[in-house]
């Protein structure tokens, strides 16, 4: 997984809780991506980031906020989390010098 | 509203046999088809790609064939194997490489 790694693997919380995902990276790519995975959609991109501190809406955005503080680290916040954001999640990077992207293992996050 | 269109959603396919998945855009301004390969538990992990300035590449049994007046272009697996079974999912960016769009994803099934 290209030096990718997410945590937790698996979580499980309750309506209206604050959850909070970490993607870390060994590659010192400079793009991150979050993207939530659910069948018959796809992968949708929720954020991504074009450097430390640099960050970009995707398509999915509403209910999630991103940070990036640190080139190795991009986290993933869901404010009050929703029934409609159980999903797995998946994060990615790209280096930039090409179009590449590198996918994490996922978190699986049920919300209850 | 889905930017690249992916189909068909399952596929079985014989031992030895030709997989074809075909996916269709509307966004002229894409210009980077990636196919990934996932398997279950798994994130998805880049197979091959193509762009538009080319009709065809080959990586092994995988080809991609692209259509670039029809918005076209589709995934051929030749001399498909029962490991070749997992999701495959097409994906198109523009230029800036920040935006990738996914297909909702074909599930293959190679039968011995």
């Given at each position: 997984d290209a030096g990718i790694t997410q945590s937790p693997r698996h979580k499980v919380t309750e309506t209206g809780t604050p959850v909070t995902l970490r993607c870390h990276q060994?590659?010192?790519?400079r793009y991150m991506y979050w993207y939530r995975q659910d069948p018959g959609h796809g992968l949708r991109l929720i954020h991504y980031s074009y450097g430390v501190k640099d960050t970009d809406k995707g398509e999915v955005s509403d209910g999630y906020s991103v940070s990036r503080s640190k080139t190795e680290d991009f986290l993933l916040t869901l404010e009050s989390a929703t029934s409609s954001q159980t999903s797995v999640y998946f994060c990615a990077t790209r280096s930039g010098e090409n179009y590449e992207q590198y996918f994490g293992p996922g978190t699986r996050l049920t919300v209850t | 509203q889905q930017q690249v269109k992916q189909s068909p959603q399952s596929l079985i396919v014989q031992k030895g046999g030709i997989s074809i998945i075909n996916c269709a855009y509307e966004?002229?301004?894409?210009d980077y088809f990636p196919w990934y390969q996932q398997f279950p538990g798994k994130g998805p992990a880049l197979l091959i790609a193509i762009r538009p300035d080319v009709s065809e590449k080959k990586e092994g049994r995988f080809t991609i064939s692209f259509n670039k007046s029809a918005k076209q272009f589709s995934l051929h697996i030749m001399d498909s194997q029962p490991g070749d079974s997992a999701t495959y999912f097409c994906a198109a960016s523009k230029n800036t490489g920040n935006q990738f769009y996914f297909g909702t994803g074909t599930s293959l099934t190679v039968i011995p």
């Open positions: 060994t590659e010192n790519h | 966004n002229t301004a894409f």
